[in-house]
């Protein structure tokens, strides 16, 4: 069964989020594929976003899904790039990760299933979110301003 979807390309999507890893291992690069697809970590401050402060959409890197706007990002000090909420109705998904021997919640793509980073709840106020995002997941549509 399938849930209603605004977009038309629904099947496509659900095509590649059943392909093999070979398509991601062709598609992205040997760290891409770490972070994305095995739920890796970039190592902090290694990132190539994280001390990005040009104006821009940040889409998945995996599949080009909408995620962040750099109007929401914010230098959190952490070392990985972080914004304060994704953009509003994105098909950003938050799930309970145990790994590790913590508790988190892991951010991925709801389009591709791609691993993204955690939600923390000590982001600046009013909302005190912090999205810490690997930049390996992601790719800056840089726009004019
Ligand atoms: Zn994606």
Avoid at 99 to 108: A, C, K, N, P, Q
Wanted: charged share 30%.
């Amino acid at each position: 069964m399938y849930l209603a979807s605004a977009k038309g390309n629904e099947e496509e999507n659900d095509m590649n989020r059943k392909t093999s890893n070979d398509h991601w291992r062709e598609k992205l690069s040997a760290e891409e594929f770490r972070v994305l697809r095995e739920k890796g970590t970039e190592r902090a401050f290694s990132g190539a976003y994280d001390g990005e402060t040009g104006p821009g959409e940040y889409v998945c890197r995996g599949c080009g899904e909408l995620l962040f706007d750099s109007d929401a990002k914010f230098d959190s000090g952490s070392g990985w790039p972080s914004f304060t909420s994704p953009i509003e109705g994105t098909n950003v998904l938050e799930s309970e990760d145990r790994s590790h021997g913590m508790l988190r919640t892991e951010v991925s793509c709801g389009n591709c299933d791609g691993h993204l980073g955690h939600v923390f709840s000590d982001g600046p106020a009013p909302g005190e979110q912090r999205y810490c995002i690997n930049s390996a997941s992601l790719r800056l549509n840089e726009r004019e301003e």
